[in-house]
Nanobody
């Protein structure tokens, strides 16, 4: 059974940090790029970050660039999203997703992250 399990969300004050994890099972994790998305109430889903299969190339949305860092541990079948300097506008449900051909040059093709999806984890940043 394929699973992507996101965890690590919670309530944090503005300026605080959280680290999200996305643990995978049931497929060859090293063959897939992983992306993080978020969706706030009343808003469309937004791509946040992508990391390639080897974990040595990343892409970030402008809204999180310089504050969020993705990493991939293929030995542990896990991707992490380190979120620093959190802002109230980062409040959302965060999801991870897996895809094969996700990068076009240095850009992430958000729509290519369509092979597997995990359930979300809530991040709430208080002002």
């Amino acid at each position: 059974e394929v699973q992507l399990q996101a965890s690590g969300g919670g309530l944090v004050q503005t300026g605080g940090s959280l680290r999200l994890s996305c643990a995978a099972s049931g497929f060859t994790f090293g063959d897939y790029a992983i992306g993080w998305f978020r969706q706030a109430p009343g808003k469309e889903r937004e791509g946040v970050s992508c990391i390639n299969t080897r974990g040595d190339s990343t892409y970030y949305a402008d809204s999180v660039k310089g504050r969020f860092t993705a990493s991939k541990d293929n030995a542990k079948n896990t991707v992490y999203l380190q979120m620093n300097s959190l802002k109230p506008e980062d409040t959302a449900v965060y999801y991870c997703a897996a895809g094969r051909t996700v990068f076009s040059g240095s850009f992430c093709l958000w729509t290519a992250l369509d092979n597997y999806w995990g359930q979300g984890t809530q991040v709430t940043v208080s002002s």
